[in-house]
């Protein structure tokens, strides 16, 4: 029995509630806040899921680490909800030749991509847009990432998720004036996290405002429809 | 030393295209050297002869089939003579464009002397009805200068074949013009004069190319040759003791027949990718199903699993008496390269990965993307194929959205701007001009938006800073 223990604590399968260890299966983000409160960053391997409305600012708190682990490796983005931007991910320091763009016919069609794409090994993330998923088809993308050594981010709609889903690491985004806002109701190992704001005015100046929100201007609505 | 037969197939591509109408003159023509290269008995009887040109020709006869040389057309029916022959003698090697290469001495034990081999290739071979000119010797490359010249002998009379290959003049030979003019100027003219210097002294006053010839059409130095080996099949037909009416029931004799494909696989140590199973019903036409597996299987038992999802989508019209499964893709086994340490990690190649996908998903689905140097947001970004972006543009500075829309949308939330504008007026060159004034703007729900102005001051949305 001991043995068995021993076994899955080198693993890193058992978690103490008492004393945090760092996990080394991480790679940092890029956002020292969001690090913190992770015990190093995100992880390299499984299936991460990232409830978030689009356009907040997820893709941008993702893509550095992406780009730190990609080394060659692909980055395959799966139903995306609008075309990727070459110039955004050039200028995020991406080798666009390691990019991949998928638009699957049908949702069937989707999941095997990914899946294929996670357990192939050549790929480093793959970024899958989806609606709602079964609990089977996230166990099998965490053993197919696994096997792949890949990381795969299931980016959500915001819609009240009522099924858990068995993930190692559930994010979940909220809009906020200087970054965005994150906590994490699920993680391997670990406490849920109550919300807490990753800063991003020193990445993106430009795309936060200063916490005083005075300087906003009201912006006159199309008057044509 | 080994007895090689060589066969010249000297009308090869109009033999491919053999006709009803045997009395219409057909020539073939190559197009570079405008020079006629293969042609009929019909066309002869008009004069015709190789090595005209089309004008010549045509002057000549004037209803005149022409064709152009087509040596993919040759390559495909040497293929199939190969595939032919393959039923009858085992070491075949293909002489491109239009010889074969046998090697005879290990196939007389089976058939017990030369004549018997000869007398079976022969029979064999004329039902593909191909004009053929052979020979024997104890080369590969005397074989070659025989059966090219139309010996049409076989034998394995060493003195004979001697005599016959001393006969010929160096410019029957494939020896390089030059070679062969050199060889003149010492006075040596023919096959005879060339083989009595000893090689030590061709290796004097020579160089290596003479010597290797001269060693290979003697037969001292190996000629090296690939063999063919036909592409691994496996097909087999069940005849049912009973018809079979409901699909679900097929099922049982198929796994049979996928035990049998397991057996056939294991013994090569091969997997399959895809499997065609077909329906013979008794009263309608055939139903073929195609199953497919990525990493390729040899077991019955993946096999039945994956067939069995088909299998239940399937209507069956009318009894069925037969099944055939054909497993037509077959792949060497990919050795899973397992790390001691960190257990099994997938090892397929990028484009592995890629053709994987587009098999499925068809290849408008897989995009890759590459930059421009046009101004035009849609245009700076764009698709390509797959994993070929070249671009080696370095575009900084600027602050882009990640998600672009396809087409820009009438802007219909309420939004406030932050930054702008950014005016982009180009495209003027090309007949789709845009002049429009770019904003960075926050919704109210907090997304971050691209938006532009056109000179007609309507709003619109063109990406998001996701």
């Known amino acids: 029995m001991n043995e068995i223990i021993a076994l899955l604590q080198r693993k890193n399968l058992v978690w103490h509630a008492k004393g945090e260890k760092p996990n080394n299966d991480v790679s940092p983000s890029g956002y020292s806040a969001f690090d913190d409160k992770l015990q190093g960053g995100l992880p390299n391997r499984g299936v991460v899921e990232i409830s978030s409305p689009t356009g907040i600012g997820e893709l941008r708190l993702l893509l550095p680490n992406i780009m730190r682990q990609a080394q060659e490796r692909l980055t395959v983005f799966i139903h995306p909800p609008a075309f990727i931007n070459a110039e955004h991910l050039h200028s995020q320091g991406f080798n666009l030749n390691k990019v991949l763009i998928v638009f699957p016919n049908s949702a069937k069609e989707a999941l095997w991509a990914t899946e294929q794409c996670l357990k192939s090994g050549a790929c480093s993330a793959v970024l899958f847009w989806c609606q709602s998923l079964e609990v089977h088809q996230v166990r099998r993308f965490q053993v197919a990432a696994e096997n792949g050594n890949c990381v795969n981010f299931l980016l959500k709609g915001e819609q009240a998720n009522a099924l858990s889903i068995p993930v190692p690491l559930s994010i979940q985004l909220s809009p906020h004036f200087c970054g965005i806002d994150v906590s994490i109701p699920k993680r391997r190992g670990g406490y849920p996290l109550p919300e807490f704001t990753v800063d991003m005015s020193s990445q993106w100046p430009s795309l936060t405002i200063a916490s005083s929100a005075d300087n906003i201007l009201l912006f006159p609505i199309a008057k044509a429809v | 030393m080994t007895l090689w037969l060589y066969l010249h197939f000297p009308v090869l591509q109009l033999d491919a295209i053999y006709s009803d109408h045997n009395d219409q003159p057909v020539i073939i023509v190559e197009a570079k050297k405008n ?394 060159w090309d007949g789709r001009p845009i002049v429009r004034d770019y904003f960075i703007a926050r919704s109210k729900q907090g997304r971050w938006l691209w938006i532009f102005k056109n000179q007609k001051k309507e709003w619109f949305l063109h990406g998001a800073f996701s």
């Not at chain 2, 020079?35 to 002869?49: E, S, T």
């Not at chain 2, 004069?193 to 060693?215: C, H, M, T, W, Y």
């Not at chain 2, 001292?220 to 699909?247: G, M, S, W």
């Not at chain 2, 989508?313 to 037969?322: A, F, G, L, N, R």
Request: with cysteine; charged share 20%.
């Open chain 2, 35 to 428: 020079a006629i290269v293969q042609f009929n008995k019909a066309a002869a009887v008009h004069g015709i002869n190789l090595g005209m040109g089309l004008g010549t020709a045509s002057s000549l006869c004037a209803d005149l089939h022409v064709h152009p040389y087509q040596a993919e057309v040759e390559k495909e029916k040497l293929l199939e003579i190969a595939h032919w022959l393959y039923a009858v003698t085992s070491d075949i090697s293909f002489f491109e464009p239009n010889g074969i290469l046998l090697r005879v001495s290990n196939m007389l034990t089976l058939y017990d002397g030369l004549d018997n081999y000869w007398r079976a290739l022969n029979t064999h071979l004329s039902q593909l009805k191909n004009h053929f000119y052979y020979a024997t010797a104890y080369s590969p490359l005397a074989a070659q200068l025989l059966a090219q010249s139309g010996f049409n002998q076989v034998t394995d009379n060493k003195k004979v074949l001697l005599n016959a290959i001393q006969q010929y003049s160096l410019t029957k030979t494939t020896l390089p013009l030059k070679t062969v003019e050199k060889l003149n100027r010492t006075g040596v003219n023919n096959l005879k004069q060339l083989l009595s210097i000893p090689i030590a002294e061709i290796a004097k006053r020579f160089d290596i190319s003479l010597v290797n010839f001269v060693g290979r059409l003697t037969g001292k130095f190996q000629h090296p040759v690939n063999f063919y080996t036909p592409p691994v099949q496996f097909k087999r037909c069940l005849q049912l003791l009973f018809d079979i009416e409901n699909a679900q029931w097929i099922e049982r004799p198929l796994i049979r027949l996928l035990n049998k494909l397991e057996d056939f696989l294991t013994l090569r140590d091969k997997v399959s990718h895809e499997i065609v199973i077909t329906l013979h019903q008794r009263d309608a036409a055939d139903i073929d199903l195609l199953i497919s597996s990525a990493q390729g299987d040899s077991t019955a038992d993946k096999w039945r699993k994956l067939s069995a999802l088909t299998l239940e989508s399937i209507k069956i019209e009318s009894p069925v008496h037969s099944i055939t499964l054909c497993a037509s893709q077959v792949a060497p086994r990919s050795i899973a390269e397992v790390d001691l340490f960190s257990g099994y990690q997938g090892n397929t190649s990028p484009l592995e990965l890629l053709s994987i996908l587009q098999a499925k998903l068809g290849k408008q689905a897989i995009k890759g993307l590459t930059l421009t140097e046009d101004a035009r947001p849609e245009l700076t970004s764009q698709f390509c194929e797959p994993l070929t972006s070249a671009s080696n543009l370095s575009i900084k500075g600027k602050l882009r959205p990640s998600l672009l829309l396809p087409t820009p949308e009438r802007l219909m939330d309420k939004v406030s701007v932050i930054q702008g504008p950014e005016r982009i007026a180009t495209g003027w």
